[in-house]
C-alpha cells in the first residue's frame, strides 16, 4: 500500500505518471507515422499498378483485344486480397473491374472525387463505408477503352480497420508488458532512493531522544550520500555538543559548590565563634573573593549565550588603545604580586583604534588572565602594540606550561579545558570563546602560537582610527 505523503509515494506516482505518459505520447507518434507510412505504401501500389494496366491497355489497343480479352488479362491485377482496382467512366459505371459480369455497377465514390480527377488531380481519400475504413486513389488513364475517352482507375484499399487493430493490439500488449516491468523497476528504485532518507528518519528520532550512537550507512556519494554523511557529521556535532553540555553543567556545578561550601562553611564558624574576632576580616574577604568568583561566573555564561545569539551589538568609537592597555595591567596589578609575574608592555606610541572599547577591554582581560592562569612563580609576560599598515596589532606572550598542538584547535571551544585534571585552574572554560566571539564581530582572526612546556602567544588586529 502507498502511504500518502511520503516521498515514495510521490516519487513512484509522478514517475509512472511520466512513464505513462511518454508511452501514451509514443503510441500517438507511432501511430501518425504508421497512418503516413500506409498511406504511402498505398500511393507506391497504386502507381505500380497504374504503369502496369497502361502497358496492357497499349498491348491491347496494338493487337486488338476484345474487351473480354482485356478484362481477362487484367483479372489478375483487379481482384487482390488487399485492394480491388475498377476502371470506370465519368458517370461512376464499371468498364473493367474485379467481376467482369457487372460492368454496368456504380461504384461507391463521391462525385466530386470524380470532378477532381477529370480536371486532371489524381485523388488520394480516407473514408468510413458501412463501419469499415478504405482508403481511396483514383486518376485518369491516357489511354481509351471501349469508346470511353477518358477513362477513369480507381484502387480501394479495404481491411483497413483490421490491419488497426492489429498494430493497436500489439502496441498496447507491448505497452502493458512494459508498464508492468516499468513499475516493478520503479517501485524497487523508488524503495532504494528512499531506504536512505527513511532511515535518517529514524535517526532523527533517536538524535531527539539523545541518543547520537547510531549513523546513516550509504555506500555512494551521490547527493543522498552527502545528505548521509552531512547528517552523520551533524550527529557527531550534536554529540559533542551534548556532551560538552553535560560537562559544562558539570563545571559549573562544580565552580558553584565549591565557593558555596567554602561560604557556607565560613559562615557556621562566624556563628558559632570558631573564627576569633581578629581574623573575621580575613574570612570576608575570602567570602568576598568565593562570591566574586560566582559573579564572573554567571556573567561570563551571560556573555558567551548573547554573543552567540546575536543579542550584543558593537559599539564602535575611536579610542586610544595604548592608554586602555595601561589601566588594564594597572588593574592587573594585585594578581600579578601574587604570583611575582613579571609585566613588559612596550608601544611604539599612542595608538588610537576604531572599536568597541568595552568589548575590547573584555578580550584583553581574559588574555591576561588565561596567561597568568597558565604562567608558573616569578615567570614573565609580554604585552606589545605594533603598527601594521592600516591596523595595530595586539601581541600578548606568556613563557608557561603552552598548549600542545592537537589542543590549539579546541581552545576556542565553549567549556573547553586544556587541563581538566587541574584543579587550580579556575574559570570553566568560557573566557577564550568569548574572546573569538567578539573578535569575529569586529571581523579581525586571532591566531594563536605555542609550544608544549615553552609559552603561548595571541595576536589579533584592529583598524587604527580614521
Known sequence: MLKKNTIFS?????????????????????????????????????????KQIEQQLQSQENVNWSKYETAERLSYSFNNPGYLIYIIDKERK???????????????????????????????????????????????????????????????????????????WMILFTFLIAIVFAGVILWFMSKRITAPLREMSEMAKHYAKGDFS?????????????????????????????????????????????????????IIALMDGTIPLDRRAYYYGLMKDEIERMIKLV?????????????????????????????????????????????????????????????IAQVIVNLLQNTVQFSKQDQRIDISLLKDGQYVKVLVQDYGEGIKEDQIDLIWRRFYKVDESRTNKTGAGLGLAIVKSILDLHDTEIKVQSKFGEGTLFTFKLPLSK
Open 10 to 50: 510521490r516519487m513512484f506516482l509522478s514517475y509512472s505518471f511520466i512513464i505513462v505518459l511518454s508511452f501514451l505520447l509514443f503510441i500517438f507518434v507511432f501511430f501518425y507515422l504508421f497512418h503516413i507510412n500506409l498511406y504511402k505504401k498505398y500511393e507506391d501500389t497504386y502507381q505500380h499498378e497504374l
Open 214 to 266: 547510531k549513523s546513516v550507512q550509504y555506500p555512494l556519494n551521490d547527493e543522498i550520500g552527502q545528505l548521509a554523511k552531512s547528517f552523520t557529521d551533524m550527529a557527531k556535532e550534536l554529540n559533542e555538543l551534548e556532551t560538552r553540555r553535560k560537562q559544562y553543567i558539570s563545571n559549573v556545578s562544580h565552580e558553584l559548590r565549591s565557593p558555596l561550601t567554602s561560604i557556607k562553611g565560613f
Open 94 to 168: 464499371q468498364i473493367l473491374g474485379p467481376d467482369p459480369q457487372q460492368s454496368t455497377e456504380l461504384v461507391t465514390i463521391q462525385d466530386d472525387l470524380i470532378k477532381q480527377v477529370l480536371a486532371g488531380e489524381r485523388v488520394s481519400e480516407g473514408e468510413f463505408r458501412n463501419g469499415e475504413l478504405r482508403y481511396i486513389v483514383a486518376s485518369k488513364l491516357k489511354t481509351p477503352i471501349s469508346g470511353v475517352d477518358t477513362p477513369i482507375m480507381v484502387m480501394i484499399f479495404h481491411d483497413l480497420t483490421h490491419e488497426y487493430q492489429q498494430v493497436l
Open 299 to 359: 556573567n561570563d555564561t551571560l556573555d558567551m549565550n548573547q554573543l552567540e545569539e546575536g543579542q550584543r551589538q558593537l559599539i564602535r568609537t575611536n579610542y586610544n588603545l595604548t592608554e586602555q592597555v595601561h589601566q588594564i595591567i594597572h588593574n592587573f596589578e594585585p594578581l600579578f604580586a601574587k604570583k611575582s609575574l613579571d609585566i613588559h608592555f612596550t608601544s611604539e606610541s599612542e595608538y588610537e583604534v576604531y572599536a568597541d572599547k568595552e568589548r
